[in-house]
């Protein structure tokens, strides 16, 4: 059963305390009084009060001024003023010192009433509120970062002081390392974790489309605009846009993207309107851009406004002790996905995960793991239940010709997907048409 509201009765004049007091009961309130401003804030340390009545003009400290001492005791307090010397001065001053309204004497009882209603829906809205924050705060908590090494341990550190502050962060690695994680990591812990993140991939979209996807367009921009569309860069306002795989970007949208980081302000495709807009910029990529700089494909004062603070995530085969802590995560996470009991590894499949050099990364070792899952007898996972071999492996590395060790990478990379040329591809650091032509080349042929 829920608590009456606690309602506390401030006023000089025994008359309205008496009145109030007996109205308010009668409607089911816990109601307390005060006659002055020492007595109000002798009940406020005694108990917790939702709503105040409190009049204005009292000897001594008068109801602003208690208004501030209440405050400093319960900050989530709800004051209504009451005043027999109404005024605009008066009520502007009230509810700019933070008051949720005010009514003048004669009270009106029903109106009285009225308000201390929508005060308690107010108050329930905030508390609403409140708990949503919170429970978002829990949703977005970034535990997916799972890592034990001493350069985990250094990415969380920087993460952590990024987020923070609203500096532009470049996160840099190799594919599958889990750099969309880390900026979604930055972005929950920062201010603008209630506002949207972003992601674009410029690395999958063809040139005109990447600008009209940051910048939208208007109705008849070009063929087939048959409607005005918001752009990423409108999408993210008052959030984060996560640019993934920045160093595929063509030249002419690095230097429309320059000028929106600069000025913060854009145009539509095919607009004339100013649109403004406030966001954080995270960006990733697994190229070297100063190399790129180097060669001309990548602007230089682009770089320098995007490279502001850098995050380096290593890749697995460097940190080989986070790779236990991370074979047991996805065991547990595909185990609830797929209803299965959560199963463990043998030593030698275990040992044979932490000796691979996965060459995907996290992304491979998830994928690794996620067939396992789906092919084990018991809750044991057996080497043998795994997508390699550790003789393949080593034979990776002592086979003759570059063109065997070649044929023999892909093989493994496409058994381990399950032949799927995008992720494939993806991993192996080429495009798909690459891929087919050196599948084809090798006369590589999928498992039927």
């Known amino acids: 059963m829920n608590s009456p509201i606690a309602l506390l009765i401030v006023d000089d004049e025994n008359i309205v305390r008496d009145s109030l007091s007996k109205w308010f009961r009668e409607d089911g309130y816990s109601v307390g009084t005060a006659e002055n401003a020492v007595v109000a804030l002798r009940q406020m340390q005694t108990q917790h009060w939702d709503i105040i009545l409190l009049d204005i003009k009292m000897p001594g400290m008068d109801g602003i001024e208690l208004q501030q001492k209440i405050k400093e005791i319960d900050a989530t307090a709800t004051i209504i003023f009451i005043t027999a010397h109404a005024s605009v001065d008066t009520a502007v001053q009230a509810l700019k010192s933070g008051a949720f309204d005010y009514i003048t004497k004669p009270i009106d009882p029903d109106h009285l009433s009225h308000l201390v209603l929508n005060a308690i829906k107010h108050r329930a809205l905030q508390n609403e509120n409140a708990t949503l924050k919170e429970q978002i705060s829990e949703f977005l908590n970034p535990d997916d970062i799972i890592g034990d090494s001493p350069q985990m341990k250094k990415v969380l550190e920087l993460t952590q002081t990024v987020a923070r502050t609203d500096t532009t962060v470049m996160i840099r690695g190799e594919s599958g390392t889990g750099k969309e994680l880390v900026a979604r990591a930055i972005h929950c812990n920062s201010e603008r974790k209630y506002f949207p993140i972003v992601t674009v991939n410029c690395g999958a979209l063809p040139e005109g489309i990447l600008e009209s996807e940051l910048f939208g367009h208007e109705r008849g921009a070009f063929t087939g605009a048959q409607y005005r569309r918001k752009g990423k860069l409108e999408l993210a306002d008052g959030g984060t846009l996560f640019l993934d795989e920045v160093g595929n970007i063509d030249m002419k949208t690095q230097m429309d993207l320059l000028r929106v980081i600069e000025t913060k302000q854009f145009t539509r495709v095919g607009g004339n309107n100013i649109i403004k807009v406030d966001f954080r910029i995270i960006c990733a990529t697994n ?110 590395f002592t086979s003759g010709s570059l063109a065997a060790m070649e044929r023999e990478h892909i093989v493994s990379i496409l058994k381990q997907n399950n032949w799927n040329i995008s992720r494939s591809a993806e991993i192996l650091q080429i495009d798909r048409v690459t891929l087919y032509n050196k599948i084809e080349k090798y006369e590589l042929k999928r498992p039927s």
Do not use: C
């Open 287 to 396: 190229k070297d851009l100063e190399k790129a700089i180097a060669e001309g494909t990548f602007r230089e004062d682009l770089y320098y406004r995007l490279n502001v603070f850098t995050i380096i995530i290593p890749p697995l085969r460097e940190r080989k002790s986070d790779i236990p802590i991370l074979a047991n995560f996805f065991v547990k996470k595909h185990a609830r996905v797929m209803g299965k009991p959560v199963a463990s590894f043998s030593a030698e499949a275990m040992d044979t995960l932490v000796q691979y050099d996965w060459r995907g990364n996290v992304r491979e070792l998830e994928n690794a793991v996620e067939r396992a899952m789906v092919i084990k007898k018991n809750n044991v996972i057996l080497a043998d239940e795994l997508p390699f071999q550790l003789s393949e492996h080593h034979q990776y």
